[in-house]
Nanobody, 122 residues
Framework: QAQLVASGGGSVQAGGSLRLSCIAP????????LGWFRQAPEKEREGVAS????????YYVDSVEGRFTISQDSAKNTVYLQMNNLKPEDTAMYYC???????????????WGQGTQVTVSS
């Protein structure tokens, strides 16, 4: 199984920014949907953003629309999640994941990376 390695989490105050990175060399080589997910304590995991590298389409959960941006750098085999105007409710463990198929839905992901913690204080 190819690897997805996430990093970039940390602790920031509300209104701050973080950029998460997911190194995914095998997945960027082929047409995989790459997504970012998060899971807060005692809450279900939710999809945050997704994209197919090289595609113009990106998808976001409503709660992050306009604040988060998913992008990719093929030369670095990396997918990013730029998170601006962070809120305490964004606090969670963030994961990157990959799947074949449509990015329109945040289901069906088969391959997961380890998480990176994001903590936003008020």
């Amino acid at each position: 199984q190819a690897q997805l390695v996430a990093s970039g989490g940390g602790s920031v105050q509300a209104g701050g920014s973080l950029r998460l990175s997911c190194i995914a060399p095998e997945y960027l080589r082929y047409t995989y949907c790459l997504g970012w997910f998060r899971q807060a304590p005692e809450k279900e995991r939710e999809g945050v953003a997704s994209t197919i590298p090289g595609d113009t389409y990106t998808y976001y959960v409503d709660s992050v629309e306009g604040r988060f941006t998913i992008s990719q750098d093929s030369a670095k085999n990396t997918v990013y999640l730029q998170m601006n105007n962070l809120k305490p409710e964004d606090t969670a463990m963030y994961y990157c994941a990959a799947k074949r198929g449509s990015c329109r839905v945040f289901t069906g992901y088969k391959d997961w990376g380890q998480g990176t913690q994001v903590t936003v204080s008020s």
